[in-house]
């Protein structure tokens, strides 16, 4: 039975004849090199990790009003819109700037330590789990968003709102885990099953 690997330039799949391949549509070298994969994944995500710390550290936030400033993170925003009745804000933020780059964090990892193992779930769990955390990557993103959204509507003579340094942080640990996701070789869960 023939094997077949898709050219990553064109997406043309080709029979993979175990030598040196090229693609028959657009006649780029393909490559077989699954450990780059699991190395660019584990790299894009210790980048993300080690950039959620400052995002949750470090000030989202910078209102001016009447002259004096105030600063709040992610987390104290949330617990201020709670504070003031804002319940279903509060919630979507902690979900979409907490929770969910969380949750990405341990399902990419999971993904790589089983892929590299080889025996912590089967294949099909794995192959949804892959989908899962690619769908819900974007929502990280929401806080941003906000954030952009209450610089650009209230700027007052009285109230100036300003984005804070962990807005950097935090956009760039989002992009960086959306880059794990998307360098993950999907091969790496098919082979190890096999």
């Known amino acids: 039975m023939a094997e077949y690997i898709r050219c990553p330039i064109c997406e043309a799949v080709n029979i993979d004849t175990k030598k040196e391949i090229y693609c028959r549509r657009c006649k780029q070298k393909i490559y077989h090199d699954k450990g780059y994969s699991y ?5 894009y995500l210790i980048t993300g990790m080690i950039l959620f710390v400052p995002a949750n550290l470090y000030p989202m936030l910078t209102t ?20 003031h009745g804002s319940y279903p804000i ?49 929502w990280s993103m929401i806080d941003v968003f906000v954030v952009a959204i209450l610089a650009a509507l209230v700027q ?39």
Do not use: C, H
């Open 64 to 83: 001016n009003t009447l002259g004096e400033e105030t600063t709040s993170t992610i987390i104290g925003g949330i617990l201020l819109l709670w504070e």
């Open 90 to 138: 509060a919630l979507i933020i902690l979900f979409a700037s907490v929770f969910v780059p969380i949750l990405k964090f341990i399902m990419i990892s999971y993904l790589l330590i089983s892929s590299r193992y080889g025996r912590l779930t089967q294949k099909v769990n794995k192959q949804k789990l892959f989908y899962i955390t690619e769908i819900i990557g974007p």
């Open 39 to 43: 190395q660019l994944t584990l790299a």
């Open 156 to 194: 007052l003579s009285i109230v100036k709102i300003e984005p804070g340094p962990a807005t950097t942080a935090f956009a760039l640990m989002v992009f960086f885990t959306l880059l794990s996701a998307l360098s993950f070789d999907t091969r790496l869960i098919w082979e190890k099953n096999r």
